[in-house]
């Protein structure tokens, strides 16, 4: 995809470097709350201001700048299958499936199981625009090892690169265990992660346990690391955007500078673009507000200021798949895309990030698609303004016959899969189908004809044994 560089920007340049200095006050006048030993030590070791009994960092602005500058600019996120690697450039969105805990269907929703999981990730395996998975819950699994079941599913169905979801500092060990056997071995996992990580800051200015385990437990490999922020506004941030973006953009700040003492130059995203607003009204998070698109826009910008790449999820807020979640998906997609987010998460999700939808992922990358071409701009050079052709034509006549044309129709003009642009009469022979109509044979198709490419029996048969050994260990301590 060729790109221009220019970008949807919500604020100026004085107004970016406002949050950044409001960030660096709260970093050093309130400081954050790592709740982990071994993380204060090695930020007390640094320079920062620690109170081992509160277990609040406050970290000078120089501390801050010095280790942002640090996390790389470019790296490439890596996939089973080496042909669908991405290449984090600063240019280029890609997308990726979304996380949540229910599944829709019908009208009303029920828990994701490991079936349910095989599903989407065979799905998103077989669509051309996503690029990335991401894990999620699987209800039929045992309460304490999800996170590994979830991930045996993950890598069994798809090449592409993969984000599980990590739910324990013991499902990051099975996990990078997984992943070893699965590219063969721990140099082999650290010179091609096929995995990347992350977790988000609860709220306001904390980064607990689980979070800072698996940050340093994962360092050891260089995985690339999604530092997070997911605030409500209004709840757990201030009500103005300005406010709880200065506040998420701290929280992102400190959990940078962590991950680049563990190891520098560890690739880090930013992201603030979790975040929700709050709808006091309801007492309900929403994902599909203008105010949240326009927080996640403003996080792709002052991703840009630090030359970090940027994070961001998209969903809706409706609960079944209708011309509000179209509608709220299509803004969305449009705005994140546009203003530069590096990794955009959520297709497929509904329901503020509470459910997934196999139809309204279809339906979402069918609006990736059409965006990607926005995104590509207008392409002006002596090729694409063809004089001498115009000439030949000249005054009255028509291009239909012209080799430009059939060289340039594909290039230039976006082909729609899911869209009817045809005839009322045509659109009549083939059954007046709706959009719907069209998204429920496609789904159907894919699921009865697309196999990923499997993996080697011998690794299938470790990570299972892998999954069930983490099962038995949880029984023998007493958790079922």
């Known amino acids: 995809m060729n790109v221009k560089a220019q970008f949807f920007q919500v604020l100026s340049g004085d107004e970016v470097e406002s949050v950044h200095e409001a960030s660096l006050r709260i970093l050093s006048e309130v400081g954050l709350k790592f709740i982990d030993e071994t993380a204060l030590r090695i930020l007390d070791e640094a320079g920062a201001e620690v109170d081992f009994k509160t277990e609040i960092v406050k970290m000078p ?18 996939a089973l299958n080496p042909e669908k690697d991405l290449n984090i450039d600063g240019y280029h969105t890609y997308f990726g499936t979304g996380n949540a805990l229910n599944i829709l269907e019908g009208k009303g ?20 625009h996503v690029d990335f998975c991401v894990g999620t819950g699987v209800a039929d699994a045992p309460p304490r090892t999800w996170d590994v079941h979830q991930f045996e599913v993950m890598v069994n169905n798809s090449s592409k690169h993969l984000r599980p979801v990590i739910a324990s500092p013991y499902g990051a060990d099975a996990i990078l265990k997984m992943a070893e056997a699965v590219v063969g071995g721990g140099e082999a996992l650290a010179k091609r992660p096929i995995i990347s990580v992350g977790y988000v800051a609860s709220a306001p200015l904390r980064w607990d346990r689980t979070a800072l385990y698996v940050f340093r437990r994962t360092a050891e490999y260089n995985l690339p690391v999604n530092v997070e922020s997911e605030p409500l506004a209004g709840g757990t941030s201030p009500v103005t955007l300005a406010g709880t973006i200065a506040l998420a953009n701290a929280e992102v700040l400190g959990g940078v500078v962590f991950n680049q003492l563990l190891r520098k130059g560890r690739p880090c995203f930013y992201s603030i ?12 998070p929403l994902s599909g507000s203008p105010e949240a698109m326009l927080i996640a826009s ?11 790449p940027s994070l961001s999820w998209v969903s809706s807020d409706s609960k ?3 011309g509000q979640s179209i509608l709220e998906k299509a803004i969305s997609i449009t705005v994140h895309m546009l203003a530069g987010n590096t990794l955009i998460w959520g297709l497929g999700n509904m329901e503020s990030q509470a459910s997934m939808s196999l139809e309204q992922t279809i339906i979402d990358e069918e609006i990736v698609r059409l965006v990607k071409r926005l995104r590509e701009g207008v392409e002006v050079n002596m090729e694409t303004i063809p004089l001498e052709i115009v000439k030949r034509v000249g005054v009255g006549g028509n291009f239909l016959s012209e080799k430009h044309t059939s060289t340039h129709y594909l290039r230039e003009h976006v082909q729609a899969t899911l869209l009817d642009r045809a005839t009322r009469e045509a659109w009549a022979k083939k059954g007046s189908t709706t959009l719907m109509d069209r998204v429920r044979v496609k ?32 029984l023998k301590l007493g958790y079922g």
Request: net charge positive; aromatic share 6%; charged share 35%.
């Open 273 to 284: 673009g979790f975040t929700h607003t709050f709808d006091l009204r309801t007492a309900l």
């Open 298 to 308: 403003a996080g792709a910008q002052l991703a840009r200021r630090y030359g970090l």
């Open 61 to 78: 602005s120089s501390l801050v700048e010095e280790m942002v500058r640090k996390a790389p600019r470019r790296f490439t996120l890596h």
């Open 109 to 128: 929703s029920r828990r994701i199981l490991k079936e349910d999981l095989k599903r989407y990730m065979r799905l998103a395996d077989a669509l051309e």
């Open 320 to 322: 079944t798949v209708n």
């Open 443 to 474: 789904l159907n198709r894919i699921l009865e004809s697309h196999q990923p490419t499997p993996l080697d029996e011998d690794v299938r048969r470790t990570i299972r044994e892998i999954a069930m050994g983490a099962d038995k260990e949880w």
